[in-house]
């Protein structure tokens, strides 16, 4: 069978060593399966805002497996007319594109965008193709949250043709999947349906490349540089520094607890976004905390690999439930210390493998980090219980390998049908 992938926003493999993320792990299992696989991209890479190609452009990453580069124009914020401009440029490349194409045995396309999982729609409605949306995020509902609460009504008003899209592409929908149950029920509720045996939750768990112990060691000497000291306690984060993490809370519980003599506890940050700037500021002077940057997939292991606390630091209306980090941590045999409410906490509390504190307090913060400093037996157990949860629960070898069984099965009953 044909699958053709859409999505917006994952590194691929022209990138460079780029980590896998969702569609990197679905594409490698489809053709590990014998299918052929066509992602869709865009030629704008999200995370460096910068272009891979000045055109669209056909790259072949194995005899199964190519990747259709969409032209479009770019964006500086993640937050913005540009990207919604950028994202309607690209639904109407990929209507243009798809009809030289053969048509595929089955679509995925995820939500964000909306403009282009609404052209798979329609797309698979000419060509009677099922087509499947995948829930990776609450769209147009993170920038509506991105505004003050008191102008809303105005947000509302003007994200309303982007709601209805949302309806309609959920509505149309032959299946609605999701990363995590409150993001399915948001698309449930949108379609204005129950959940069917077609619909699923399909988490996004993680896969850790192998690496040498000789890059191992290299990396974790280069750490040393930054004065990263491995011989103690490490509290990590790695993500963006954007308007939904909350990096300054982790400042400001880094500077209570080396202002309280706590100066045992360092925090490792790997990342980039408009926010480094002003962590920056904050953080000038606090020898307890490292900025590193973007760093590749083997230095974010040799980060890991020395730290004992993954932080997952999100503000306190962030949409997220179920996102890539804490899967990332419990591989690594993190204790995990979270800000979120919801489906996170409760799997911490399941698993007790980790703390959840208030989003925005530092004082909160510093005393669920104390509290683990203190008890070094139930950091060590929180860590082992988030690895044997990862193991059974959340390895993606064994999600999508459920995901390529749900797709299989789901296209035999659409071709029976017919």
């Known amino acids: 069978m044909q699958f053709w ?30 299918h052929q696989v066509m992602r869709w991209a865009p030629t704008f890479r999200h995370i460096s805002k910068s272009h891979r190609f000045s055109n669209d452009a056909r790259i072949a990453v194995t005899e199964n497996y190519s990747i259709q580069f969409v032209h479009s124009p770019g964006y500086r914020r993640n937050v ?9 440029v690209l639904a109407r490349r990929f209507r243009d594109l798809a009809e030289q194409e053969t048509p595929p045995d089955v679509i995925v396309a995820a939500i ?31 920038f509506l949250n991105a505004l003050p609460k008191t102008v809303h009504p105005i947000g509302q008003y003007l994200l309303a043709p982007y709601y209805r899209i949302a309806q309609r592409v959920c509505r149309k929908a032959t299946a609605l999947i999701a990363v995590s ?15 069917e045996t077609r619909d699923m939750v399909l988490p996004l768990g993680f896969e850790s490349d192998p690496m040498s112990e000789e890059v191992l060691k290299k990396n974790v000497a280069e750490l040393r540089k930054y004065g990263v000291d491995p011989s103690q306690p490490i509290s990590m984060f790695a993500g963006l520094f954007e308007r939904s993490y909350d990096l300054e809370t982790v400042v400001e519980a880094a500077r209570r607890m080396n202002e309280v003599g706590r100066t045992d506890m360092q925090f490792v940050l790997c990342g980039d976004g408009g926010k480094m700037p002003m962590i920056r500021r904050r953080a000038k002077g606090l020898r307890n905390v490292h900025l590193l940057g973007w760093v590749d997939a083997a230095m974010l292991q040799a980060v890991a690999s020395i730290s004992t606390i993954g932080l997952c630091a999100y503000a306190s209306d962030a949409l997220q439930s179920l996102p890539n980090k804490p899967f990332e941590y419990m591989a690594a045999r993190l204790a995990i210390v979270s800000s979120l409410r919801g489906e996170l906490d409760a799997l911490l509390n399941q698993h007790q493998c980790g703390l959840t504190y208030r989003a925005g307090d530092a004082a909160s913060l510093a005393n669920c980090l104390t509290e683990l400093l203190d ?3 139930q950091l060590r157990a929180m860590g082992a219980n988030a690895y044997q949860a990862w193991s059974r629960d959340y390895r993606s070898q064994d999600i999508y390998a ?17």
């Open 5 to 34: 992938l859409l999505h917006i926003g994952e590194d691929l493999p022209v990138d460079g060593p780029a980590r896998r993320f969702r569609y990197s792990y679905l594409a490698q299992a489809l053709q590990e399966k014998g």
């Open 80 to 88: 913005g007319i540009e990207r919604l401009h950028t994202y309607r």
């Open 112 to 142: 964000p965008s909306l403009e282009w999982a609404e052209a798979a729609i329609d797309y698979g409605q000419r060509h009677q193709i099922p087509v499947i949306i995948d829930i990776r995020d609450l769209w147009p509902d993170v």
């Open 181 to 195: 149950q409150s993001y399915l029920n948001w698309g449930l509720k949108l379609a204005g349906r129950d959940q």
């Open 375 to 377: 008890h070094p037996i």
């Open 402 to 418: 459920r995901f390529v069984g749900y797709l299989e099965s789901l296209t035999c009953a659409a071709t029976q049908a017919a």
